[in-house]
């Protein structure tokens, strides 16, 4: 076994998430996961319709605008080259939203298959959606409309991973929010804390703490990660002590955010959706992760 399956307790079935998959049982598994749902299993080819019948229209407008303007003025010839090159870039623009719909709905049913079926062999529990989680740290729970996608969870050792969703709205907008994350339930003893990873290079801001922490201390990992450890006031040297360089080191590892509120851990983690569940590093990852927290609030 491996050193996070010897600290989980036994040892683990990584198979079904590299195995081949006989892509003729996927059609049926994804048919029964949404009617266990009650849900409709959605399409790329809607997802696509939404995304081109908000860009067209748009960019039909700024061409007509531009296009007007040069028929007031046939000698702005600069005028139609600019409501051109927004027609060509519109068009561009729906032909990738309609690839990658393809692309996304291809690819998105044997991961969840995979998983499904690490699931199983582990005695883990796989939901694909719950509606309107618990309040939980500073992420879960949170805005409008939110809900849990393909939950996976590992009873035994308090770990759990999946993505949450949600909008905030405003008078003008809307906006929907995804966050990838993993939780540790059940660390006793710990100080609240965030740490928000400032790595050079990094695709998109995680989430991070707008509030409720006071005292913000610059970390540096061994490896040469940077990170920022949000506390509060009065626990920042426990809270030091806690994210040590062997923290910080398993952190970098995944570029990700590390939150510690009441008994549980929160890790918010730079991925693309469901990409990492399929991949066995990650679990022996949190694995370890899970492990060493718990030895920290032991401590």
């Known amino acids: 076994m491996t050193d996070p399956e010897r600290a989980a307790g036994r040892a683990i079935d990584f198979r079904p998430l590299t195995e081949p998959v006989d ?130 969870r590992w009873p035994d050792d308090g770990i759990e991973a999946g993505t949450y969703h949600y909008v905030t709205r405003s008078v003008r907008s809307t906006t929907p929010w995804s966050y990838d994350y993993a939780r540790i339930r059940g660390l006793g003893s710990a100080p609240e804390l965030f740490v928000d990873v400032r790595s050079t290079g990094s695709r998109r801001r995680l989430y991070r703490p707008m509030h409720s922490y006071g005292a913000s201390t610059g970390l540096d990992a061994p490896g040469g990660a940077h990170f920022t450890m949000w506390t509060l006031p009065r626990s920042t040297a426990r809270a030091r002590r806690f994210v040590d360089d062997e923290l910080l080191e398993l952190l970098a590892r995944r570029d990700v955010n590390l939150e510690v509120a009441g008994d549980d851990a929160f890790v918010y983690l730079r991925l693309d959706k469901m990409v990492p569940m399929t991949d066995p590093d990650l679990w022996r990852w949190l694995l370890a992760l899970s492990h060493v927290l718990r030895e920290r609030a032991r401590a």
């Open 23 to 152: 892509g003729r049982l996927v059609p049926a598994f994804e048919a029964e996961l949404y009617r266990r749902a009650g849900l409709r299993a959605p399409s790329g080819a809607s997802g696509a319709g939404c995304v081109i019948a908000v860009a067209l229209p748009v960019g039909m407008l700024f061409a007509g605008a531009f296009w007007m303007g040069y028929v007031s003025r046939p000698t702005a010839w600069g005028w139609a080259l600019v409501a051109g090159l927004i027609l060509l870039g519109t068009f561009a623009f729906c032909v990738w939203a309609i690839v990658f719909a393809a692309r996304n709905a291809a690819q998105m049913p044997p991961r969840r298959y995979r998983v499904a079926r690490f699931a199983e062999a582990n005695g883990l529990t796989f939901e694909l959606v719950e509606q309107e989680p618990e309040r939980a740290g500073l992420l879960l729970g949170t805005g409008s409309d939110g809900r849990l996608e393909c939950v996976l």
